[in-house]
Nanobody, 124 residues
Framework: VQLQAFGGGLVRAGGSLRLSCAVS????????MGWFRQGPGKKREFVAG????????YYADSVKGRFTISRDNVKNTMYLQMNSLRLEDTAVYYC??????????????????WGQGTLVTVSS
């Protein structure tokens, strides 16, 4: 399984960006998927997760109400719509998949495959 994240960039505080994560290799439809981020000098942290069907989503408290995770199983792509961006959202954002059964999303060690990361920089 290969993942490629893109869509990062420089944006002003209050602005929006949409990240995409293209998945190739094995069947995409049955994976749990998630977005994580790692800010300067910080540990990698969970941002959002989505069930294989797309009907259940999970968010870190810090992004709830501002970010929206979604997926298109036909295009084998996951998205993260980020609105009302804040300075503290500056980070490298990673997409990842879990290929085994389960119900957790926020634990990084559960994810089998990771994308290379895309940098989001929010300026004042």
């Amino acid at each position: 399984v290969q993942l490629q994240a893109f869509g990062g960039g420089l944006v002003r505080a209050g602005g929006s960006l949409r990240l995409s994560c293209a998945v190739s290799g094995r069947t995409f439809s049955y994976y749990r998927m998630g977005w994580f981020r790692q800010g300067p000098g910080k540990k990698r942290e969970f941002v959002a997760g989505i069930r294989w069907s797309g009907d259940s989503t999970y968010y870190a408290d810090s992004v709830k109400g501002r970010f929206t995770i979604s997926r298109d199983n036909v295009k084998n792509t996951m998205y993260l719509q980020m609105n009302s961006l804040r300075l503290e959202d500056t980070a490298v954002y990673y997409c990842a998949v879990i290929t085994s059964l389960g119900s957790y999303y926020h634990i990084a060690d559960l994810y089998d495959h990771w994308g290379q990361g895309t940098l989001v920089t929010v300026s004042s």
